[in-house]
């Protein structure tokens, strides 16, 4: 065990449990619980934002893949912030000016149907628990590589973790967590990049040429093609990376922590700001990680490349800087898996119990303890899941996550701002449609089944060729909303479309 990076763990733990505590005596109230009672500044939801979306899977995952692979792996950084743009232009201000909680109360917002709410509510639960698996079958194998901490015991630190933050603290908690933890990981990738200029003397130019003979890829290092062969494939993740986002609920919850419309669109500036400059300096992790560390030490310490990043700031920076690098690692997994709790938490109480099971009946004490047992019962069961898929490649979980988004929710978010016609049926169609048809593409694809024993959880050929579903679904998703739009037999109300796209534009109730 590393000491001095426990020694970091042990004060990062600290302090999130520190402000979980300030926290607590600020969180009574069913708004602040799910929103932090709509307190946070443009600048500290931006923040907040870019740490709850600059998970694991960016800071190690795409250093690595761009260390072992090159170009490719900066496909997932370009995705990711891409995204961003999709987010700003048609969702944010829109969400913000038409729901309260959670993504389901936009969309009731204009169709006052316990189905469709419930429906929006099982997606939300669904992306969530695929994102949140991921990310702590990625911290049990992280923690145990950089602290020799058994993997069961790694999943269980974070899951208490987790849990007690959104618990205790709610949104605020959350909030102030994903604000820390984004600060800590941009600080701790300026350094190691400026130390990667330092050594190729601040020149770009040297730095390319040299990485061309770093690796065994040589030259084929800086071109497309390294790691994605199939060109549908790579369009197709692309397409789940840039549409996914607008669909994610643990961001989308993110723009009811604030007061108004224009200052969620403020907040997705910052955050495309930070989010923009953190994977500008992926590059130079990547690089430097090739260059300074070795292909060869990368895939012996992780085969997937996850420890790139931690190996580079030991080369460059020695035993201190690979403990800070390793202690904001686990950071950035406590802030990410606390956020996808609140959203799925959020879902079932607001949703399935409050608005559903009670009819909107729920007093306000009901509905905080409704909260607070749904989070215990979320973390529960994702630890579960997670230990049960200690031996399972389940990288392919984020995609899928992104995949589901893009197919089960970006359909009807577009739709219910900006279509006249859409209807409640197109909206149950397109749900559903979404979100099995990325699940069993997933389950029919290479991830799954490969004839290869070891190389996916089934052996067999897989019958989707396709790591990535979302050419496929996301497609069929908006198919499938404006078909059971056109046949259904239900008129459109004029009116209330009338209503909702003032108040998606402006947030005035006619």
Same mark, same amino acid.
């Given at each position: 065990? %590393?000491?001095?990076?426990?020694?970091?763990?042990?004060?990062?733990?600290?302090?999130?449990?520190?402000?979980?505590?300030?926290?607590?005596?600020?969180?009574?109230?069913?708004?602040?619980?799910?929103?932090?009672?709509?307190?946070?500044?443009?600048?500290?939801?931006?923040?907040?934002?870019?740490?709850?979306?600059?998970?694991?899977?960016?800071?190690?995952?795409?250093?690595?893949?761009?260390?072992?692979?090159?170009?490719?792996?900066?496909?997932?950084?370009?995705?990711?912030?891409?995204?961003?743009?999709?987010?700003?232009?048609?969702?944010?201000? /829109?969400?913000?000016?038409?729901?309260?909680?959670?993504?389901?109360?936009?969309?009731?917002?204009?169709?006052?149907?316990?189905?469709?709410?419930?429906?929006?509510?099982?997606?939300?639960?669904?992306?969530?628990?695929?994102?949140?698996?991921?990310?702590?079958?990625?911290?049990?194998?992280?923690?145990?590589?950089?602290?020799?901490?058994?993997?069961? &015991?790694?999943?269980?630190?974070?899951?208490?973790?987790?849990?007690?933050?959104?618990?205790?603290?709610?949104?605020?908690?959350?909030?102030?967590?994903?604000?820390?933890?984004?600060?800590?990981?941009?600080?701790?990738?300026?350094?190691?990049?400026?130390?990667?200029?330092?050594?190729?003397?601040?020149?770009?130019?040297?730095?390319?040429?040299?990485?061309?003979?770093?690796?065994?890829?040589?030259?084929?290092?800086?071109?497309?093609?390294?790691?994605?062969?199939?060109?549908?494939?790579?369009?197709?993740?692309?397409?789940?990376?840039?549409?996914?986002?607008?669909?994610?609920?643990?961001?989308?919850?993110?723009?009811?922590?604030?007061?108004?419309?224009?200052?969620?669109?403020?907040?997705?500036? &910052?955050?495309?700001?930070?989010?923009?400059?953190? &994977?500008?300096?992926?590059?130079?992790?990547?690089?430097?990680?090739?260059?300074?560390?070795?292909?060869?030490?990368?895939?012996?310490?992780?085969?997937?490349?996850?420890?790139?990043?931690?190996?580079?700031?030991?080369?460059?920076?020695?035993?201190?800087?690979?403990?800070?690098?390793?202690?904001?690692?686990?950071?950035?997994?406590?802030?990410?898996?606390?956020?996808?709790?609140?959203?799925?938490?959020?879902?079932?109480? %607001?949703?399935? &119990?409050? %608005?559903?099971?009670?009819?909107?009946?729920?007093?306000?004490?009901?509905?905080?303890?409704?909260?607070?047992?749904?989070?215990?019962?979320?973390?529960?069961?994702?630890?579960?899941?997670?230990?049960?898929?200690?031996?399972?490649?389940?990288?392919?979980?984020?995609?899928?996550?992104?995949?589901?988004?893009?197919?089960?929710?970006?359909?009807?978010?577009?739709?219910?701002?900006?279509?006249?016609?859409?209807?409640?049926?197109?909206?149950?169609?397109?749900?559903?449609?979404?979100?099995?048809?990325?699940?069993?593409?997933?389950?029919?694809?290479?991830?799954?089944?490969?004839?290869?024993?070891?190389?996916?959880?089934?052996?067999?050929?897989?019958?989707?060729?396709?790591?990535?579903?979302?050419?496929?679904?996301? /497609?069929?998703?908006?198919?499938?909303?404006?078909?059971?739009?056109?046949?259904?037999?239900?008129?459109?109300?004029?009116?209330?479309?009338?209503?909702?796209?003032?108040?998606?534009?402006?947030?005035?109730?006619?």
């Amino acid at each position: 065990m %590393h000491g001095l990076a426990f020694f970091l763990f042990l004060i990062i733990v600290a302090l999130t449990l520190i402000i979980t505590y300030f926290a607590s005596k600020r969180t009574r109230t069913t708004s602040e619980f799910y929103t932090a009672d709509s307190s946070l500044t443009g600048w500290q939801n931006g923040l907040a934002i870019a740490g709850d979306y600059m998970s694991a899977a960016s800071f190690l995952g795409i250093a690595g893949m761009i260390a072992l692979a090159g170009f490719d792996g900066f496909f997932y950084s370009i995705g990711f912030l891409v995204a961003y743009l999709v987010v700003l232009y048609i969702v944010a201000e /829109p969400l913000r000016n038409l729901g309260k909680y959670t993504m389901a109360d936009m969309i009731a917002a204009r169709f006052d149907d316990k189905k469709v709410r419930g429906i929006a509510a099982l997606n939300t639960i669904a992306i969530s628990t695929f994102y949140m698996i991921a990310q702590l079958v990625g911290a049990g194998g992280l923690i145990k590589l950089l602290l020799g901490i058994d993997y069961v &015991y790694s999943v269980l630190i974070v899951g208490v973790l987790m849990t007690i933050y959104v618990v205790f603290g709610g949104m605020m908690a959350t909030s102030w967590v994903q604000i820390v933890k984004a600060v800590l990981l941009m600080v701790g990738t300026f350094i190691i990049s400026v130390m990667v200029l330092v050594k190729f003397d601040f020149s770009v130019i040297k730095m390319f040429n040299e990485v061309k003979t770093a690796t065994p890829l040589g030259e084929a290092f800086l071109n497309p093609g390294n790691k994605f062969k199939d060109p549908l494939d790579t369009i197709s993740l692309n397409l789940a990376l840039v549409l996914g986002t607008a669909g994610l609920p643990h961001i989308l919850i993110r723009f009811f922590t604030v007061k108004d419309a224009p200052t969620a669109r403020k907040s997705v500036v &910052y955050a495309t700001w930070i989010i923009g400059i953190f &994977y500008i300096l992926t590059i130079f992790l990547g690089f430097g990680a090739a260059a300074f560390v070795g292909y060869n030490k990368i895939v012996a310490a992780n085969p997937a490349g996850n420890m790139a990043a931690p190996l580079l700031a030991e080369a460059l920076g020695g035993d201190v800087l690979f403990a800070f690098i390793s202690a904001v690692a686990f950071a950035t997994i406590l802030a990410v898996v606390a956020g996808l709790v609140l959203s799925a938490a959020s879902a079932f109480a %607001h949703d399935f &119990y409050s %608005h559903i099971l009670r009819r909107g009946q729920a007093t306000e004490k009901e509905q905080m303890v409704a909260a607070r047992w749904a989070s215990i019962g979320v973390a529960i069961l994702s630890i579960l899941l997670a230990l049960f898929a200690q031996k399972m490649n389940v990288a392919f979980l984020v995609s899928l996550a992104f995949a589901v988004a893009a197919s089960a929710n970006l359909p009807i978010i577009v739709f219910t701002i900006f279509w006249r016609r859409f209807n409640t049926t197109g909206a149950i169609t397109g749900m559903i449609v979404g979100l099995f048809s990325a699940l069993l593409l997933v389950f029919f694809s290479p991830n799954v089944w490969s004839p290869q024993p070891g190389a996916a959880i089934l052996i067999g050929e897989p019958l989707f060729k396709l790591a990535n579903p979302g050419i496929v679904s996301i /497609p069929l998703g908006f198919i499938a909303a404006i078909i059971g739009t056109l046949l259904s037999s239900q008129k459109e109300d004029n009116k209330k479309f009338d209503e909702i796209l003032v108040k998606a534009n402006t947030g005035i109730n006619q």
